[in-house]
């Protein structure tokens, strides 16, 4: 592990070489510069998933709420008319809670993710810009998310009726192609979000620990993110 570590340093100190952040990433040492880099990917997950998965942490934030997918939407003053408000709008409050119901399962893949940290990860993580560690995330724990998402929104989802309903309308009009293919079901679309607003949120948290690594209250993350201001 310390040799690999090693090797870690010395690519981020070559990669800098022609920078103004070159002494102070040299003077960094093996343990240092991982657990600083590690320590700010589980902050920035560890905070969105516990922004998000929890009651209204979708519903209440309108950062991230989920609307209606766009074809219901489109149709929603004919809904209306035929006495369905209700049910949109307990669609939209089922939607949203099992985003957040959802969300908790991307805290152990997103863990892993940083154990899984590459030599390449490490620089394109430190100079990437403000949002490198959230796609950093985003290419590692994407595709296995939404495994983990669908199947916990479906089980929210399938309660409502007008859930059922859409699905049943989109089978058949998807057809002939007009329907997104993120639409076609309102737990595929509602997966899509939910794995949206998680990327949204770490990319926040990113962005917070980059403009002050003091405030993130850990002395391993401040020493290397502080170097790069």
Known sequence: MKKYLFVILMALSAFFSYSDC????????????????????????????????????FLNNEKVKISLPSALEKIRPVLQMA???????????????AAETAVPKAKPLLLNAVKSMTISDAKNILTGGDTSVTEFFRQKTSAQLSKEFLPVVKGVTDKSGLSSKYNNVMAQVQKFGVV?????????YVTERALDALFVMIAEEEKAIRKDPLGAGSKA???VFSLLN
Do not use: F, H, P, Y
């Open 180 to 188: 997104k293919s993120q639409e076609s079901t309102v737990e595929g």
């Open 83 to 97: 006495g369905k408000s209700a049910q949109l709008d307990e669609l939209v409050v089922a939607m949203n809670r």
């Open 22 to 57: 070159e002494a102070g990433l040299s003077d960094l040492s093996n343990q240092e510069a991982s657990v600083g880099l590690k320590a700010a990917l589980e902050k920035g997950a560890g905070a969105a998933v516990g922004q998000l998965g929890k009651e209204g942490g």
């Open 221 to 223: 993350i401040s020493k």
